[in-house]
């Protein structure tokens, strides 16, 4: 039986949610695996004695230090070596647990995932991507959102080639779409890294490890013209902190717009609160949600993490997710392709 | 008098709402400058008889030859030495005239400029920026938008006092305020050019030439967090066709949306219309047009571009922003403050 090291006290709301979440994945899943949640034993076994625990495929282990939100990623993971993102990425290490998730600091547990378990064979970098909404069917994820900025033109290539794996194997897409994230579409656009990149990416393409189709440009993106958007992490990590901000952005301007027609008369309040939930409603594909979190791709280890507002639902799709990865192999056919 | 030279062969309209606009701009003016409108005689001058043109400071210059939207601006500009973009910068070259607008192709326009024109005393790179929505009153520009990729940190701090000037005297924004888009806040983020460009920013700022206020990230950009955005021209330009790209997205959601609350009842059509309509107007800060278009920053001369959909409104404020932007002394203060 698969175990899973989640860590309790990662995310905004935890470990409450944390907690909540195993329970329910474990619930809902029949026990399917094992459970090792590790965190503070003061703050998280109060919350514990709040279910009904008995029968389910649960443990607990003590973890005295916590990461936090504010904890410079590299300094924290040497100066904090028995939090529980230290020591749970160390029961992957030792092979005593299968995967670890945890919704904390993304910056510290790419470090500490990077140092506990190294890369995978034949990866220079590892990364994460990022969820886009997009129109019509499929997925869109941009990589790389922020791990690594100043990309040299082979790990671009290398984050398309891991991405393909990971969404073929994991996300059941039939034939990801890679595309290389530019100022225009024709070859020989952007700088120098990006002129070689696409050559690599072709090269690549040519050898049927990806199927690339070439630039695309920043309205490609919701257009879903490719399921994997490749860039360096500044562009990545921009563009996604840009479409968070959009849903309030709108709701700002609509709201009030929608009160004005109301004040003037032409439009009954119960009219403006149905537009005004249909307004909302179209954000759901904003919603990351029901993805729970990414996992770092080139780590030798499954490491997930989501974003620091994860809800209870999140973590339990984070679990779904690590059990995913493992039994498709996710790992091994990363290793594969890149040695 | 001023002469403000006109590329009637510019933009997915022309050359038709390009005499529109000009017609407009002088009736509107009360004929407060000359306008020189330049382009293939054969396809202007029925377009003119469709006006009543009496009494009104325009003249017309027959170019030959026509850059297109598909040509390759650096052969362009080489090849066409008889187009209307080429003769009409060498008019403001010459002094004959004193600025030039079109609505042509970007690249091209930004190649001629700087080769007839050349650049301003004390510019590296000249470059273009462009409008973006904002909570709040003000204005957001950001720059780089694609000019210039793979930027040098001092080229970053050249764009933020350039259009500090801009923003000053030519859009009357009492105190611009510059952020660098970055991947954090904090200081010692992002690449290494980011990180010397924060130094340099920061220097500048020491000496009174601008405002900064450090690193922002990409969700301050519609918050409005400073009026000035800078980063290099692949970032920019992959931000600015994304935000392009949202108002057709959203849009292709939300009408759905609304049908099938009309369609189940729940919503009359003309609630259903109006809620549509005030969707549509969250939009307008969106709206370019009344911008018209943009100057490129650091030429030495007046060279305005504006999208390649422009409209005769949008020809009109361009004409009108060469105008203030001679008035104001825009590249003379550009030149005192960076030679």
Redesign the interface.
């Known amino acids: 039986m698969l175990t899973i090291v989640v860590d309790a006290m990662g995310g905004d709301n935890a470990p409450a949610c944390v907690v909540d979440g195993v329970v329910e994945a474990l619930r809902e899943s029949s026990n399917r695996f094992e459970i090792l949640l590790i965190g503070q034993d003061e703050k998280v076994a109060p919350l514990l004695r709040q279910h009904d625990t008995a029968g389910l495929n649960l443990r607990f282990m003590h973890a005295p230090e916590v990461v936090t939100m504010e904890d410079v990623p590299a300094t924290a993971v040497k100066a904090k070596q028995e939090s529980s993102l230290v020591l749970g990425l160390k029961l992957c290490k030792s092979k005593e647990a299968d995967a670890f998730v945890s919704a904390g600091n993304t910056g510290a547990m790419m470090a500490a995932s990077l140092f506990v378990l190294g890369r995978l064979p034949g990866v220079l970098r590892p990364t994460i991507y990022a969820y886009f909404?997009r129109?019509g069917e499929g997925l869109t994820n941009i990589v790389d959102v922020?791990a690594n900025?100043?990309c040299k033109p082979e790990n671009l290539v290398q984050f398309a080639e891991m991405l393909t794996i990971y969404q073929r194997y994991a996300a059941k897409i039939d034939n990801p779409v890679v595309g290389l994230?530019?100022?225009g579409e024709e070859e020989g656009k952007?700088?120098?890294y990006?002129k070689q990149a696409w050559n690599l990416l072709q090269e690549a393409h040519g050898q049927g490890k990806i199927n690339f189709i070439g630039n695309i440009?920043?309205?490609?993106?919701?257009?879903g013209k490719a399921t994997i958007v490749v860039?360096d992490?500044?562009?990545g990590?921009?563009?996604?902190?840009?479409?968070?901000?959009?849903p309030h952005?709108?709701g700002?301007?609509?709201k009030p717009?929608?009160e004005?027609?109301v004040m003037a008369g032409?439009?009954?309040q119960n009219?403006?609160a149905?537009?005004g939930q249909?307004?909302k409603?179209?954000f759901e594909?904003f919603d990351v949600e029901k993805f729970g979190g990414v996992p770092f791709l080139g780590v030798d280890g499954i490491s997930i993490v989501g974003h620091g507002r994860s809800s209870s639902r999140a973590i339990k799709n984070m679990i779904y997710m690590a059990e995913h990865m493992i039994e498709q192999r996710v790992n091994e056919r990363i290793a594969e392709m890149l040695s």
Chains 1, 2 share one sequence.
């Not at 990590?237 to 959009?246: A, D, H, Q, V, Y």
């Open positions: 909404p129109l922020g900025v100043d994230l530019n100022i952007g700088p120098d990006l440009e920043g309205h490609d993106i919701l257009a860039c992490g500044l562009v990590n921009t563009i996604l902190k840009f479409g968070e901000s959009i952005f709108l700002a301007l609509f717009a929608l004005k027609l032409k439009l009954d009219s403006a149905l537009a249909a307004f409603g179209i594909p």
